[in-house]
């Protein structure tokens, strides 16, 4: 369809609406009279077309009303364009953290200087010493951390069948308090099967298609296939072709060979598709499918067979079945009548479909609800079978349901607090998605929002983490999204949601270990203010240890497998900060003690007699120990050192590489004068390793008293 307008006629017109309203089911169109209102004025009207729509069968006359922004999808458009995206409280975060700690090192640098020149009249070592003490402040690795951990994190979910399009959602995942799902392909299959068939006065269970179809429902499941195209497209005549298929063909049937003299569609004064075959006797066999009202309405039944067949019908629409009933006729005149509906048909039976749950979604839900996430149900199906895919999927013991009509009757208030109580929204249309997200964000919630429609695309947008499907899904939902689902399956998203949580876990641990292995290196190249001028680091030190920390922070961190209760804890706090209190107190707490453990060994050293450049010797060794000792450390949240959580092979190269790159340093006689180092014995390598494993078990022991005293302070508020 071009164009908004309103139909001046309509023949057996079907359009299916699904890119804007997200209904599966086509609408049965009408032509527009004066008693519509006005034509193209919002919301859903049958007797008008929409832009972007598609015609499914019949034929139509529009008057075009609106083009361009004007029409239904160019106001969706608009809508995006009213959605904009900010900086996440992260980005902003390190950014401040960045400026901050760069100012800081600057001006230490010029302090240093300055203290050696006016001091000791050494400008050149001043210089010298500057540099260092500003290689050994300035934050380079945190936008390297932030970038790396950003960009294998979206590498590691598309394995899991989840595109990151962008990077803030990955960061954002983890903190995810709800999942607004869709009904269809997402928590179910988005394949039509029969579920069960009433034929001869009982309901049969159809368990799965791999088992052989009773002979109570041939005849029922060969008439359904008579009704259906041969070449089906819809997924209920794809249902019944396929069931027909695979167990009809051995029987009497199975009808390959009757040649369609007449198909009757579907039409607004009988909601049913009847078509006429030709059998090899040369009858008109009559096989009709529909609403049940309407077949049932056109069949000769006494009153109680219509009781009875009517309760049936009750009871799998209960169960959430979408229901077609099944007649025939057989047809003995010459001419077929103009309409349908005046064939006098026989009754053969209920044929109850159903779209199945995904398998694994229900363990998904429980596992969402064990992470403190709620999973919310919002979709243009009836609302019925909504509850039960609900009830199935476990989202709730007894889900409310609340339909789009009652959603637009609420105000913003009755809204946000629905939000809070409701588990399944029914019948939507596209504002309301939307306006849904909003109550959810205004009660503090960070949303996830899935979507496939042109109609989905501003909820997508407004929400904190907007997930498109990548099978069925438009390029303007796929745009509109931060991540897109390539397999469209609810168990990926809840995959996604413990992956973000690793990643902001080791994003932790990255940041804590950057702060401990800083203190030490920038203390040591304070200590010429101390120490009289005696230098301890020089800028190829410091640069040696960037060439361990850099690695270790990036890429040994970022491999660390998830915490075991990463799924058993509630989402973080969409306004926490990365560098807490806690962290912050624990990383500077651990670099305090690895400080004061590697200038008590300088002092020792020099104590026994020993000349500075072997005293510098043995305290560059020791902080290299010291540095792989703190990774191990930082390796869990609890800060175990020798814990062992999970393989991570790229530690195993790292600390190879480390040792190796240290042995060449002090055992190359180049490299021992540009380092200005002395040749070191076993004795020392031993004592360096001891003052290394000390120094870091007094910051651990440091580290533990302050998580004490945090817990303690936490209770006692």
């Not at 309103?6 to 017109?13: E, I, V």
């Not at 070449?231 to 063909?249: I, N, Q, S, T, Y």
């Not at 303690?712 to 508020?717: F, G, P, R, V």
């Amino acid at each position: 369809v071009p164009a908004d307008g309103k139909l001046l006629a309509a023949t057996h017109l079907l359009i299916d609406e699904s890119l804007l309203t997200g209904e599966a089911v086509p609408v049965d169109k009408k032509p527009w009279t004066e008693a519509d209102g006005v034509p193209c004025a919002g919301g859903e009207q049958r007797s008008c077309a929409y832009a972007g729509t598609l015609v499914i069968q019949g034929r139509g006359a529009l008057e075009i009303l609106a083009t361009g922004g004007r029409s239904e999808m160019g106001r969706i458009g608009q809508s995006l364009q009213e959605v904009t995206a900010s900086k996440t409280p992260l980005e902003l975060e390190v950014s401040r953290l960045v400026v901050v700690l760069s100012f800081v090192g600057i001006s230490l640098c010029l302090v240093m200087v300055l203290a050696f020149g006016f001091f000791w009249d050494e400008w050149l070592r001043g210089i010298l010493a500057g540099i260092t003490l500003a290689m050994a402040m300035l934050p380079e690795e945190f936008p390297v951390v932030m970038t790396v951990f950003l960009a294998f994190g979206a590498w590691r979910m598309s394995k899991r069948q989840v595109l990151a399009r962008r990077m803030a959602a990955i960061e954002t995942l983890g903190s995810a308090t709800v999942l607004c799902v869709d009904k269809t392909g997402t928590l179910t299959q988005n394949r039509m099967s029969v579920q069960a068939v009433y034929a001869a006065g009982e309901v049969v269970a159809l368990r799965d298609e791999t088992q052989p179809l009773p002979e109570a429902v041939h005849e029922a499941v060969e008439y359904g296939v008579l009704a259906s195209r041969l070449d089906p497209v819809d997924p209920m005549e794809l249902a019944f072709r396929r069931l027909g298929e695979k167990w009809l063909p051995a029987t009497e049937h199975w009808h390959e060979n009757w040649e369609l003299c007449r198909e009757y569609p579907l039409a607004a004064e009988f909601l049913a598709v009847t078509q006429v075959w030709l059998d090899d006797a040369g009858r008109k066999v009559v096989a009709c499918k529909g609403a049940p009202e309407a077949v049932l309405a056109a069949c000769s039944l006494t009153e109680d067979e219509r009781q009875e067949i009517q309760a049936a019908a009750e009871r799998m629409a209960d169960d959430g079945m979408r229901l077609l009933a099944i007649a025939n006729a057989l047809w003995e005149e010459k001419e077929l009548p103009e309409l349908a509906k005046n064939f006098t048909l026989t009754f053969v039976g209920l044929v109850g479909l159903h779209d199945p749950l995904r398998s694994g979604v229900p363990e998904a839900v429980a596992q969402c609800r064990q992470a403190g996430v709620r999973v919310i149900m919002m979709t243009g199906d009836y609302a019925g079978t909504a509850r039960n895919i609900a009830l199935q999927a476990g989202l709730a013991e007894n889900p409310e349901v609340l339909n789009g009509t009652q959603v637009a009757a609420m105000n913003e208030a009755e809204l946000a607090a629905a939000v809070q109580r409701t588990q399944v929204f029914a019948r939507l249309v596209p504002a309301q998605k939307l306006r849904l997200v909003r109550a959810l964000q205004s009660q503090g919630e960070v949303v996830a929002m899935t979507g496939d429609g042109v109609n989905d695309a501003p909820a997508l947008k407004a929400a904190h983490i907007g997930v498109a499907m990548g099978g069925r899904g438009t390029d303007v939902a796929r745009e509109a999204a931060s991540l897109v689902l390539l397999d469209d399956n609810f168990t990926s998203i809840v995959g996604a949601v413990a992956m973000g949580r690793r990643i902001f876990d080791n994003l932790c641990k990255a940041m804590t270990y950057i702060l401990a292995i800083h203190v030490p290196i920038a203390g040591l190249s304070l200590a010429p203010l101390f120490l009289e001028g005696t230098s301890v680091l020089f800028p190829a030190h410091v640069a040696f240890l960037e060439m361990i920390i850099d690695p270790a922070c990036a890429i040994v961190f970022e491999a660390e497998a998830s915490e075991e209760n990463v799924m058993q804890r509630p989402p973080r706090a969409a306004e926490a900060s990365l560098l807490n209190r806690d962290m912050l107190g624990s990383g500077l707490l651990q670099g305090a003690g690895v400080l004061i453990s590697l200038l008590g060994l300088f002092q020792v050293v020099l104590w026994l007699g020993r000349d500075v450049e072997e005293a510098r010797t043995l305290t560059f060794v020791a902080l290299v120990f010291c540095n792989l000792a703190l990774i191990f450390s930082n390796r869990s949240l609890q800060g175990r050192l020798l814990e062992i959580h999970g393989r991570n092979s790229t530690l195993g190269w790292m600390v190879a590489g480390t040792l190796l790159l240290l042995g060449i340093v002090l055992f190359t006689p180049a490299l021992q004068e540009l380092f200005h180092f002395v040749p070191v014995h076993a004795s020392d390598l031993l004592l360096c390793l001891f003052a290394g494993v000390i120094s870091v078990g007094f910051s651990g022991l440091l580290r533990r008293w302050w998580s004490w005293r945090q817990r303690a302070c936490e209770a006692k508020a």
